[in-house]
């Protein structure tokens, strides 16, 4: 649409896709990515991480595209991910009835990010004449944990139809800090709560 602002995001997610239905019955998934440009040090000889974007997103299920649950079904905390859309900036009155400002990115398309994961592609069935975007019900490479849909390991298109191999448990690239899905992860609920603009205070749209 002309006017719109779009960017592209990569990074990682600080938490779990959070999903909700909204007063009217509509679905809608709410997300942070945290993305952290890294810069060669020439004194030092290494790559070193800059400071980190945390970029606040959101999805809705439509008719033809159920986008908030593929996004529930595919995507957990911690995996790297590739995301397009528009930004968009919205005023609000939070429970303590305080005015709120926030910028988040309303999502067109999101995926995880092949350079650390290997994803195998599952296509919604048709739900009207339009069709629907397929959601990830593939495999994770590179230490990311997927969610009920992403199983089996980088070997798994290499197996028989009707087997598939184990997944393989690996560690995270150490250079990336958002990658962890511990439960110590300070960051781990950054967006969530009210500090940043968050869902927590937000009215249902």
Request: glycine residues 16%.
């Given at each position: 649409?002309?006017?719109?602002?779009?960017?592209?995001?990569?990074g990682?997610?600080?938490?779990?896709?959070?999903v909700?239905?909204?007063?009217?019955g509509?679905?809608?998934?709410?997300l942070?990515?945290?993305s952290?440009?890294?810069?060669?040090?020439?004194?030092?000889?290494?790559?070193?991480?800059?400071?980190?974007?945390?970029?606040?997103?959101?999805?809705?299920?439509?008719?033809y595209?159920?986008?908030?649950?593929?996004?529930?079904?595919?995507?957990?905390?911690?995996?790297?991910?590739?995301?397009?859309?528009?930004?968009v900036?919205?005023?609000y009155?939070?429970?303590?009835?305080?005015?709120?400002?926030?910028?988040?990115?309303?999502?067109?398309?999101?995926?995880?990010?092949?350079?650390?994961?290997t994803?195998?592609?599952?296509?919604?069935?048709?739900?009207?004449?339009?069709?629907?975007?397929?959601?990830?019900?593939?495999?994770?490479?590179?230490?990311?944990?997927?969610?009920?849909?992403?199983?089996?390991?980088?070997?798994?298109?290499?197996?028989?139809?009707?087997?598939?191999?184990?997944?393989?448990?690996?560690?995270?690239?150490a250079?990336?800090?958002?990658?962890?899905?511990?439960?110590?992860?300070?960051?781990?609920?950054?967006?969530?709560?009210?500090?940043?603009?968050?869902?927590?205070?937000?009215?249902?749209?």
């Open positions: 649409m002309a006017g719109d602002t779009y960017i592209t995001v990569v990682n997610l600080t938490a779990d896709p959070e909700r239905t909204t007063s009217n509509g679905t809608v998934a709410n942070t990515i945290a952290t440009p890294r810069q060669f040090n020439r004194n030092s000889g290494q790559w070193e991480d800059g400071d980190s974007l945390f970029m606040r997103c959101s999805a809705w299920d439509s008719t595209s159920p986008m908030a649950s593929n996004i529930q079904a595919s995507l957990t905390k911690g995996m790297r991910v590739i995301a397009q859309g528009r930004l900036q919205r005023s009155q939070d429970r303590e009835g305080n005015n709120r400002t926030v910028v988040e990115l309303r999502l067109d398309e999101i995926g995880p990010a092949l350079t650390r994961n994803a195998q592609v599952t296509r919604n069935a048709n739900t009207g004449g339009g069709g629907s975007r397929g959601g990830f019900a593939g495999s994770n490479n590179g230490g990311y944990q997927g969610g009920a849909s992403y199983q089996g390991g980088a070997g798994a298109a290499s197996a028989p139809m009707g087997r598939q191999q184990p997944a393989q448990s690996q560690q995270a690239p250079q990336d800090p958002w990658s962890s899905t511990g439960s110590g992860d300070s960051f781990g609920s950054f967006g969530s709560t009210g500090e940043f603009g968050g869902s927590g205070d937000e009215p249902e749209f």
